[in-house]
């Protein structure tokens, strides 16, 4: 069995090779309650920030019981939004977990969304209101949930509370390739994120050709895209799966992530959280990125996100 620095030089070298680190174990999250901590990668957003690049997504997850058990996996990063409805539960997790297991809170990366079309004051009502309801003194990650009519204004209002503090970072979410090029013309701060549904049948490389000049980095929901169109029964992830001893679950967030794409998987159970969190042990070849880069349809699975 590998000692801790074995496996920390271990881990430090599959990344490193994967081309996911920029700084490698510097800039590694670890969970601090595991035997042998799992280490989480981190990318450097376009205003220096660092952000994992495997969460939880958390759509219809509302009890406090399922995200400890995440932390204690080892998760950092959790995915929220208005419209789910668990933002003071997210918040509630947090405050649990600095007092019960001694996690620090600038430990975590903690996202969420502005689900709602409104005009500049009513968004900065909505971003005072929604920290207040989570607790937190400021949020890592703030979205615009999808292209609403007042998107631009909405952002403005997040620039300011970006400069206020209020903010690490700022971005957009189901912004297509025309939508986020317009809009990037009136952005005086670049969004740091865009969250799309992306996965190996939508792989989004229009999109992000149109945002790297930006810098903005594809967040992927939905990795998984609920099982749809034999995502589970893919002969060409079933032979990369079995070469590698993982499950195609691993395998299709494994390749996101040598794609420099963050994943949030949603996961309600103990045993899925920590499949999706074992990616870290092994790499995918050229021949592997290679041939699930051809599995690229080039089209939404989702109605509401193209």
């Not at 990344?15 to 799992?38: D, Q, T, W």
């Not at 207040?132 to 615009?144: H, P, Q, S, V």
């Amino acid at each position: 069995m590998q000692n801790r620095r074995d496996f920390l030089k271990t881990s430090a070298k599959l990344l490193g090779s994967a081309g996911i680190l920029s700084s490698a174990l510097p800039h590694l999250l670890f969970a601090k309650n595991e035997a042998v901590a799992m280490p989480v990668p981190s990318i450097k957003l376009n205003n220096g920030v660092q952000m994992p690049l495997l969460g939880l997504g958390t759509y219809s997850i509302n009890d406090v019981a399922t995200f400890i058990e995440a932390i204690k996996i080892g998760y950092r990063l959790i995915d929220s939004a208005q419209m789910y409805g668990n933002e003071k539960v997210v918040g509630e997790s947090i405050k649990e977990a600095t007092k019960t297991l001694g996690i620090n809170r600038e430990e975590f990366f903690i996202t969420t969304k502005l689900s709602e079309n409104m005009d500049a004051q009513a968004t900065k009502k909505s971003i005072d209101s929604t920290l207040k309801l989570m607790g937190l003194e400021y949020l890592d990650l703030l979205l615009i949930h999808q292209p609403f009519e007042n998107a631009k204004a909405m952002y403005q209002a997040m620039e300011q509370a970006y400069k206020d503090g209020k903010i690490k970072a700022i971005g957009v979410s189901n912004f297509t390739p025309d939508i986020y090029k317009d809009f990037i013309t009136s952005c005086e701060i670049p969004p740091a994120i865009n969250q799309c549904e992306t996965h190996i049948f939508y792989q989004q490389q229009e999109l992000r050709k149109v945002m790297q000049p930006y810098g903005t980095i594809l967040e992927s929901w939905s990795p998984f895209i609920k099982g749809q169109s034999g995502f589970f029964e893919n002969p060409t992830l079933l032979k990369i799966a079995k070469a590698h001893n993982k499950s195609i679950a691993q395998i299709a967030l494994r390749f996101l992530l040598q794609e420099q794409i963050i994943v949030i998987p949603k996961a309600s159970k103990p045993q899925h959280m920590q499949e999706n969190f074992n990616i870290f042990d092994f790499k995918l070849t050229k021949a592997d990125m290679q041939a699930i880069r051809k599995l690229d349809k080039n089209k939404g699975q989702f109605p509401y996100s193209r």
